[in-house]
C-alpha cells in the first residue's frame, strides 16, 4: 500500500510539477524583502555562573563571539540535532532554549551554564 501510495504521489509530483515543500530550497537571505532578512549581528547578554557574558551571534560569518576567562572566543556554528552549538576543537557553545552551557572539548566539561538576562 505505501509503495502504491508513493506511485501515485510520483505521478502527481511529475504530471503537475508540484515539488513537495520539504524539497523546495529556502530563499536566499538577500532575496528576502528587508523586513524578513535576519540581522547581521544580534547581541546577547547572559549571566554564566554570576558574571556577565555579551555573545555577539554573526549571521555573516556563522559564528558566536564572547570572551570567557579573558580571551576573545570566535566559535563557528556546527552541526547540532538538538538546538544550536558551536564549537571549535577547545570548547563548545551550546545553545538550549533561553539556556547555554560551555564546555571543554574533547570531554565535554561544563564550565559554566548560562540564562539570557
Given amino acids: 500500500m505505501m509503495l502504491r501510495s508513493f506511485g501515485v504521489l510520483a505521478a502527481l509530483v511529475v504530471a503537475t510539477g508540484a515539488v513537495p515543500v ?4 529556502l530563499p536566499a537571505p ?23 557574558v555579551n555573545a555577539v551571534y554573526d549571521n ?3 559564528r558566536v563571539s564572547f570572551v570567557w576567562g579573558a580571551k576573545d572566543n570566535h566559535l563557528p556554528h556546527v552541526m547540532s540535532a538538538d538546538g544550536v552549538r558551536y564549537a571549535n576543537s577547545a570548547i563548545e557553545w551550546w545553545e538550549k532554549g533561553n539556556n547555554v552551557t560551555l564546555s571543554t572539548l574533547p570531554d565535554h566539561n561544563v564550565l559554566t551554564t548560562c540564562t539570557v538576562r
Fill in 60 to 62: 555573516v560569518l556563522d
Fill in 22 to 25: 520539504s524539497a523546495q530550497p
Fill in 30 to 52: 538577500m532575496s528576502l524583502p528587508p523586513s524578513m532578512r535576519p540581522a547581521k549581528k544580534v547581541t546577547v547578554h547572559y549571566t554564566c555562573s554570576g558574571l556577565h
